[in-house]
Nanobody, 123 residues
Framework: QVQLVESGGGKVQPGGSLRLSCAAS????????MGWYRQAPGQERELVAT???????NYADSVKGRFTISRDNANNTVYLQMNSLNPEDMAVYYC?????????????????WGQGTQVTVSS
C-alpha cells in the first residue's frame, strides 16, 4: 500500500518561513510528478507548485519568488520551502504524487494524496 505522509505545518507570523515535507512509502517503483496544493476554508483546492521527476518546476503566480519546491528522489520525498508567508497563504496544504507501484504482482500508476497539514499565518 502506498502512502504519503506530510509534516512541517504549523503557525508562523507574517513574514516568517516554514518547510513542508512529504514522504512516500510502500511498494514504489518510481515517482513521476509530485506537487503541493492548498485549500483555504470555503475555497477550492488550488495548485501551489509541482515538480517532475527530472526536476522541472511550476508555481502558482501567487507564490512565485517566495516558495521553492524540491525533491529527493532517493528518499521519495518532496519539500516545499515557504518564505515571506502572509495571511493569504493560510490553508491546509496537501501533497500529491503520481506513483508507479506494485500491487498483487502487477504494476500500476496511480495518483495519491497526503492527509494534509495546516499552515497558519497570524500575528
Amino acid at each position: 500500500q502506498v502512502q504519503l505522509v506530510e509534516s512541517g505545518g504549523g503557525k508562523v507570523q507574517p513574514g516568517g518561513s516554514l518547510r513542508l515535507s512529504c514522504a512516500a512509502s510502500g511498494s514504489i517503483l518510481s515517482i513521476n510528478s509530485m506537487g503541493w496544493y492548498r485549500q483555504a476554508p470555503g475555497q477550492e483546492r488550488e495548485l501551489v507548485a509541482t515538480i517532475t521527476s527530472g526536476g522541472s518546476t511550476n508555481y502558482a503566480d501567487s507564490v512565485k519568488g517566495r516558495f521553492t519546491i524540491s525533491r529527493d528522489n532517493a528518499n521519495n520525498t518532496v519539500y516545499l520551502q515557504m518564505n515571506s508567508l502572509n495571511p493569504e497563504d493560510m490553508a491546509v496544504y496537501y501533497c500529491k504524487a503520481n506513483i508507479n507501484h506494485w500491487r498483487l504482482g502487477r504494476q500500476y500508476t496511480n495518483v495519491y494524496w497526503g492527509q494534509g497539514t495546516q499552515v497558519t499565518v497570524s500575528s
